[in-house]
């Protein structure tokens, strides 16, 4: 066995997961209503043969030569062996019937949550929550873990980051958070978004956020733009990533937000090197990096004022009405709103992640085992009315709200506000090593800031630990500086703060 | 081993091949240019997948453990027993070498008959077209045959036909089709489709082509309609049938045509019982027997009078320009028209037939080895000039026109006209079992003819043969006399011959 023979079974898997990955796309973008019960059987059974190849004897025995073999093999290959390692020897240890036990559990959670929701009842999803904590518990047992469970659940979405580290970071994140969106609450200055509400064709909505994304770097011959209702990015390979979004007639920002947002992930995805593809080092790092590429775009450059700068004269070309009568200024200052909401995917860039580090603190103590599933809605609500200071009158709009839990997606949500931070954190060293960054962006140029994630982040796949990248090309370790300075400057300015 | 685990081995094959045909229809349909060569890599991956989990020792014990019992089985499991045995036993003659060669030619074959084409040389394409039809008479010394090496061939697509049997009807058929087409030609009755050009929105098109299939019985909770540059019909189970059309701006028959052809297989498609995906029994009894289901709705129904009866209204309404001055009388005349074309694929259902003939006659010949593939040229053309009175002056407009023969496909043009004939018949009985079909039609009443139909043919799967099937609905063989009965009608109405 040599090294590619080795690599080609990767590669196989990975078309397998590809049509999987299409499979999933399709049945969200253009499958007849009536074809889904036969989807999702046939997604499963191609789920099952994935699971047999990649736990296969022999994939197992190539793993073993390898790490054998290690210290004769270059850096690059290194990695691959030990990222592969890492994931067959976590699914390994997780036995076929947990497994099945786990996705039955999640699917029916689907459906009892959805039921819930829509009741706004959360006792009807107590007992089957209940159910799924205790699996993810097992799950971790299973896979072991030094200090918490938690940390055995996290590492599938961030690897090698620990609840400790998140609390820390977090901590710090809620400390600054929480006085400082009082202090936007008591501004003397007052956004009104209704001016740049009106009433917009959707097929003009998509051919000018096309034409932006398009200037952006994301590449048409190697992707495509499709509407769903969950905005989404899928790829199948470098040369193949799509990206999906929504419409309001009302808001042309609804359905910006979400362009750029999967645009962000999209344009990762199409930077990785297609000579790594089937590899890990054509994965990306973690959710948390993933996320970086989104929020940057989505949040630090498309909610910028330099931005804009390029690209408002197009917004008022094609929507004069309302926008010949908003200035660029007052624009600005109205994509950049803050006002708590008690529902996640509706916040602003500050108060997100509150809720963030609210349903961390959830988790961590679900799963450690030192709060009870039935109490969640009365934790819930205390902690968004000390964060935010809202009442939760509803289930549905409080701890119900989001669909993660249900599937058994613990470990998840930190990955959102560890996204934010990494995004700053990269933005400001980006912004040392390209002269004039933001003056750039103004004129409408975004290839070296492209080019600089495509280089620092985009084609290095899984080479790095999220880590060792952050600490690579910021020269330190994750911290909130950058995101807490990012969010002071910008919001001082438009809020008028004293600070 | 129980008959149901046997079952679901059936089935779980048949989800990796829908998989196989999303991935197909994604690539013609939505995939981005740049997808085009990860794509044909992750087809191969799992055909290869496919064709290990059919010829596999397992499930060829479960064949030999069921043919022992097969006394003992239902009448549907022999069927089934039957057509897997069928299909294992051909594959398993095949030697893995000789499938991956004839792949690797009919790939390159496909790139070089497309330069061919283009630069309009067939001596560019000899060579390899030489080299493919050695394989496929190879491929037909494997498989084994009783007369004519081209009965192995055929047998794929048409199970169990001979080309003796097709010779005879062929030979009728052509007796009579080239003087009627001469008689059409001397009739003093000329028909101008100028008349019916105009400058057509493809939106409404579709929109309107889309409520005239669903208004039919196109089921679009089960299937979709797309846009591709050659038409066609997919299915992934009977709750997900797909068909894609093309536009002509100026011609709205030109889409028309090509849905309600598209619509005519899909029925079929969505006819077929759930309960027996998977097997034989939830599959087409041949090509034959598909393409009598497309052209019985595209030419004897949806170029009938009765039907444009019901619909023309529609048309008119959408499309005021230039409907409002034709009568239905002249409309039914001009989408009649027949006027001999080189192309096949431009020929109306008189000379169509020709086209199929000359090229069923080439291949039998070139399998059989009595023509040489250098001289097609020159044989084509003057087969062309006896059948249809035309001269060929470009290959490209000749025997380059089709791609089938690039992809080794010899035996399958010969399905096209069977699935004429076996139209023309069981339209014929449906008008005797249906009292007043054709009033009903005009009464846009089409759940008896769609029902017959179900009933007849499509719930069945492969649990008859095409004789069988044949047999059973019409009380004879398949003939000619049902076809020719039904030309000779309604064209001597049209072109008031003397008969």
């Known amino acids: ?83 592969v390692w890492r994931d067959f020897s976590r699914e390994k240890k997780l036995p076929q019937k947990f497994v099945e036990e786990l996705a039955r559990a999640a699917s029916s959670g689907y459906s009892i949550w959805k039921e819930a929701r829509k009741k706004s009842d959360f006792n009807l999803f107590v007992p089957q929550l209940k159910k799924i904590v205790n699996l993810k518990r097992k799950e971790a047992e299973y896979v072991g873990y030094k200090n918490s469970p938690y940390d055995a659940l996290i590492d599938v979405y961030e690897p090698g980051v620990v609840s400790e580290e998140i609390s ?132 630090i450059v498309g909610q910028s004022k330099h931005f804009w700068v390029y690209f408002y004269p197009l917004l008022k070309k094609n929507f004069q009405d309302p926008f010949v009568n908003v200035s660029l200024e007052e624009f600005y200052r109205i994509i950049n709103l803050v006002k708590p909401s008690l529902i996640r995917t509706e916040s602003d860039e500050v108060t997100y992640n509150l809720h963030i580090i609210l349903r961390f603190e959830i988790e961590k103590e679900l799963i450690e085992g030192s709060i009870d599933v039935a109490d969640l809605p009365e934790i819930w609500n205390q902690k968004i009315e000390e964060y935010l200071g809202l009442k939760v009158k509803k289930d549905a709009l409080g701890v119900l709200q989001d669909v993660h839990w249900s599937g058994g997606d613990f470990g998840y949500f930190p990955t959102y506000t560890l996204g934010n931070l990494y995004a700053a954190q990269f933005y400001a060293a980006a912004k040392n090593d390209i002269p004039g960054l933001e003056k750039k962006v103004s004129l409408g140029q975004f290839s070296p800031l492209l080019g600089w994630l495509r280089s620092k982040i985009h084609m290095h796949g899984k080479f790095y630990t999220a880590g060792d990248l952050v600490r690579n090309i910021t020269g330190e370790n994750l911290s909130t500086k950058y995101f807490v300075d990012y969010l002071a400057k910008k919001y001082k300015d438009i809020y008028k703060l004293k600070i």
């Open 1 to 83: 066995m040599n090294f590619n023979e080795f690599k080609n079974k990767l590669i196989e898997i990975r078309r397998l997961q590809s049509a999987v990955a299409l499979l999933n796309w399709d049945q969200q973008v253009y499958m007849p209503p009536e074809g889904v019960g036969e989807r999702s059987r046939t997604i499963a059974a191609l789920a099952g043969l994935i699971h047999q190849k990649f736990i296969s004897k022999e994939l197992e025995s190539d793993l073993l030569i390898l790490r054998k073999r290690q210290s004769r093999l270059t850096t690059k290959r290194k990695a691959v062996v030990r990222e």
């Open 168 to 299: 820390a970071i977090f901590f710090e994140l809620k400390s600054f958070l929480i006085p400082f969106i009082k202090k936007i609450k008591n501004s003397s200055v007052k956004i009104d978004p209704n001016c740049i509400m009106g009433n917009f064709d959707t097929k003009k909505q998509i051919d000018v956020f096309k034409s932006i994304i398009k200037k952006i770097g994301f590449d048409f011959e190697k992707g495509r733009l499709d509407e769903t209702t969950h905005p989404f990015c899928t790829n199948f390979h470098p040369c193949d990533v799509r990206i999906t979004t929504r419409f309001s007639k009302n808001d042309v920002m609804y359905c910006f937000s979400s362009v750029i947002h999967e645009m962000g992930h999209a344009l990762y995805e199409q930077g990785i090197l297609p000579e790594n593809f089937g590899t890990p080092l054509g994965e990306s790092v973690s959710l948390g990096i993933h996320e970086s590429q989104s929020r940057l775009w989505e949040k």
